[in-house]
């Protein structure tokens, strides 16, 4: 067994533990010393595992992996404070907005829109004459990344954008 393979058993099992996995263990299941299992946390943890030491072994980090949908939306610009506004109650984050134009081509704007104070933010610089919503150039529609804690809040973003109006078949443009 290579070095390689041995840190890819590592990770897995501490990824599968359901209680912190002591390094005596791993040198024992692998054959090797407890200082060549150290020396092995730290290559898995350089290449960006997050894997913690306890007095009990080690435990991994294991972020959740926010939901991401991309949303077709089509609406008049008096409607855009309410989409923004019941994405974000939800608990989505617009991330973006992406326009495709027909000479232009794919066209994006960050948002980061993840809050009734970012919607106002966001709003107010538009009020303020400094530009037009990007959604203008494609006769109001326009793709939204939104992201969201889990896939069951972005099912739920869907169906209020398509109870309002707003969501847009594929075929419908």
């Known amino acids: 067994m290579t070095g390689e393979e041995r840190r890819e058993g590592i990770l897995e099992r501490i990824r599968q533990a359901k ?3 002591a390094a005596r263990a791993l040198a ?19 290449s960006g595992h997050e894997i913690f030491s306890t007095n009990r072994g080690y435990i991994l980090l294991q972020k959740e992996r926010p939901a991401v949908r991309v ?19 939800l608990g989505g984050c617009v991330e973006n907005v992406v326009v495709n134009h027909k ?7 960050h948002l980061g829109v993840d809050s009734r104070r970012r919607v106002q933010d966001f ?3 538009l009020r303020s ?10 006769s109001g529609y326009h793709y939204h990344e939104i992201r969201a804690d889990r896939e069951e809040t972005l ?10 109006g707003f969501l847009v078949e594929e075929a419908e443009d």
């Not at 004459?129 to 494609?138: E, F, R, V």
């Open 28 to 46: 024992e299941l692998y054959g090797v010393s407890r200082q060549v299992i150290v020396q092995d946390i730290a290559l898995i943890r350089a």
């Open 155 to 164: 099912d739920m973003i869907g169906k209020m954008l398509a109870e309002k």
């Open 103 to 109: 000479v232009y081509g794919r066209l994006e704007a």
């Open 129 to 138: 004459g400094k530009s037009s919503p990007l959604k203008n150039i494609t």
């Open 71 to 89: 949303f077709k939306v089509c609406h008049t610009d008096e409607q855009l404070e309410d989409e923004l506004l019941s994405i974000v109650d």
């Open 19 to 21: 209680a912190p996995v």
């Open 123 to 125: 709003l107010e610089e």
